[in-house]
């Protein structure tokens, strides 16, 4: 057996009477690591002033970073079903860390071009295999509860930031002695960010070595005790039929699911990405100082992991309850509203503004969450990991969406730094009509057609 070998399926295949709640820890492992992606605003402004460039120029390494995310999940996801989760996470890690020694390399010597290349492209297919390959595991392992099940495996990345912010800010300022974050205004030096990077590819390569070497697989035909897979058809939206990864995207529920994924996900982007100078900005003073600190800022986005990390858990859980269909009618019609009152009222108080993002973000969230066990109500659980990569592509393009509208209202609107709530209105204003096409989209789902579905399941782990 080559050194390789320890990472094939048939090497994670759980013993009877293996506990299947070990499984969901090492999930977590690698979600925590690579959801750092979301706390990239704390240190945004720092790369903007050590690159000399806009803030559009610098929100293209997020957005670079998400585009590879869903390219690679789309491209990879009958490989990760077919090679098993320990591989993936293997292969994921590898990109993960690799894209950070780059972006150190790309900070350190001021070559932008690298940080795109590092953190962006290869970090980003590292995001998207590790983001795939423990959901339909856990599907695998929680058939009785699948909302629970995609809601602990994708709470971690929300969660990611929870952890990132504040070690990042701690981390800078020690990098860098000059750098402040109770001063509003302070920023650290790029050669500070680069040691960060550098401290987060360590960090993370031991997590997720952790988190492959800890994953199984369960045997074929192994089911919860006392589970009858007969009950899961109670609700018309719920399939027992199979449907291969081929013909779901043939399916016109694949394209209505991904403008409702796209859509909730450009409105949650739009504030993550700029969530830290945003609360800054929204509260800014007539003498041009903002109220809240960097320090407060950095607190906020730890915030936002929060909610957007109990989100995925809290209401992925409830959708077991109430069905997949009619959460997202809470997370798109409740989320417009409350996006509107954010662009409207949210300047009045801190404690609104960050009620009001808490609860988009909470969102956000919860519709990652859900949307995999939402795929396998309509199509089965025959590679549903496939057709969640697939989907994700609708991630990539939100990458991309989110940033630019909100970047580039603010790039017409001034300088960074000087901004006011008023610059923000237009972008936010626009996140509401985004929500609306998806609260529609949403309505129009209907159970799959039996035309697209397989005569008879085939083995696990076979591709099409």
């Not at 952890?163 to 974050?181: G, M, N, V």
């Not at 899961?232 to 409702?260: C, D, E, G, H």
């Amino acid at each position: 057996m080559s050194v390789l070998g320890v990472l094939d399926r048939q090497r994670i295949v759980a013993p009877p009477g293996f506990n299947r709640w070990l499984v969901p820890p090492a999930a977590l492992a690698v979600h925590l690591c690579i959801g750092q992606v979301y706390a990239t605003s704390v240190y945004k402004t720092a790369l903007v002033q050590h690159f000399d460039v806009s803030q559009t120029r610098i929100g293209l390494v997020f957005s670079i970073a998400i585009v590879m995310l869903g390219l690679s999940a789309a491209v990879c996801g009958t490989w990760v079903d077919r090679s098993g989760p320990r591989k993936a996470m293997a292969a994921s890690a590898a990109c993960w860390v690799t894209g950070y020694l780059v972006g150190a390399l790309g900070i350190a010597i001021g070559q932008l071009w690298l940080l795109y290349l590092g953190y962006g492209v290869i970090g980003g297919i590292g995001l998207g295999i590790g983001y795939i390959s423990p959901v339909s595991t856990l599907i695998k392992w929680f058939p009785d509860r699948p909302g629970l099940a995609t809601g602990m495996a994708i709470m971690g990345f929300g969660g990611g930031a929870l952890i990132a912010s504040p070690l990042s800010t701690r981390l800078l300022s020690a990098y860098d002695p000059a750098y402040d974050s109770t001063v509003a205004g302070s920023a650290p030096a790029g050669s500070a960010v680069a040691l960060l990077f550098l401290t987060f590819a360590v960090v993370h390569a031991l997590l997720m070595s952790y988190g492959a070497a800890t994953i199984r697989v369960p045997a074929e035909g192994w089911a919860p005790a006392g589970f009858d897979p007969a009950t899961v058809k109670r609700r018309s939206m719920v399939t027992t039929a199979s449907v291969s990864a081929r013909n779901a995207i043939r399916t016109p529920q694949f394209y209505l699911l991904w403008i409702v994924l796209f859509c909730n996900v450009t409105a949650g982007i739009g504030i993550l990405e700029q969530a830290s100078p945003m609360i800054q900005d929204f509260f800014r003073g007539d003498d041009g100082v903002s109220t809240v600190t960097v320090a407060a800022a950095g607190g906020f986005v730890g915030l936002l992991s929060m909610a957007n990390m109990a989100g995925r858990f809290v209401w992925s859980s409830t959708s077991d309850v109430i069905g997949r269909k009619p959460i997202y009618v809470v997370y798109l019609g409740v989320g417009l509203v409350t996006y509107f009152l954010l662009a409207t009222f949210g300047q009045v108080s801190t404690a609104l503004f960050v009620l009001f993002a808490a609860i988009i973000l909470s969102f956000y969230g919860g519709g990652f969450a859900t949307v995999p066990a939402y795929l396998r109500d309509l199509f089965g659980t025959f590679q549903v990991g496939a057709i969640h990569g697939r989907l994700l592509t609708a991630w990539s393009a939100a990458g991309i969406a989110g940033p630019l509208i909100v970047n580039g209202f603010l790039d017409a609107q001034g300088d960074p730094g000087n901004l006011t709530a008023g610059a923000y209105r237009p972008a936010l204003l626009t996140m509401v009509a985004v929500l609306a096409v998806g609260f529609v989209a949403n309505l129009l789902v209907r159970p799959v057609a039996e035309r697209f579905h397989e005569p008879a399941r085939p083995a696990e782990g076979s591709a099409r």
